[in-house]
């Protein structure tokens, strides 16, 4: 299924140099911090490239969702609205009675799940990472 664009929302084409420029970001802000990960899951499908980059210089395995534990750091594309990430924190709620750490490049202002490791706060602007099509 394709995403559809939001109405009343500009086009943001992101590059590759800035791509790269946030994971930077988000990998300074996760050794920074006093939380220890033994895991990356990437969220399907929009975690997989960032997870990716992350795992490398995180030297981080990926898990999928047989080897996500309680240490296992959530990552994502966009937070946009939150629903995404809430499910993750009822799922770990129920399975290891902890909340989740999320890292994602971007993250929507206003939404009702905040993340642990942002990249960017943005607008309204619809996202287009180096690897989609515009």
């Known amino acids: 299924m394709k995403a559809t664009k939001k109405p009343n929302s500009e086009k943001r084409k992101i590059s590759y140099s800035e791509f790269v420029k946030l994971i930077d ?6 050794n920074k911090s006093c939380k ?17 980059y992350l795992s490398h210089r995180l030297n981080l395995p990926i898990v999928d969702s047989n080897g996500l534990n309680a240490q296992s750091l959530i990552v994502e594309d966009i937070i946009d ?12 709620n129920k399975k290891f009675s902890n ?15 905040e993340g642990d ?7 309204k602007e619809w ?4 690897w989609e099509e515009d």
Not at 25 to 30: A, K, P
Not at 99 to 113: I, N, Y
């Open 99 to 113: 909340e989740p750490s999320f890292a994602s490049l971007f993250e929507r202002k206003g939404t009702f799940v």
């Open 25 to 30: 970001r988000l990998e300074i802000q996760i």
């Open 36 to 52: 220890t990960f033994d895991s990356l899951y990437p969220i399907p499908r929009g975690g997989y490239t960032v997870a990716h």
């Open 81 to 92: 609205s939150g629903e995404t990430a809430e499910n993750m924190i009822h799922l770990f």
């Open 117 to 123: 490791f942002i990249g960017e706060k943005i607008e």
């Open 127 to 130: 996202i287009v990472m180096p």
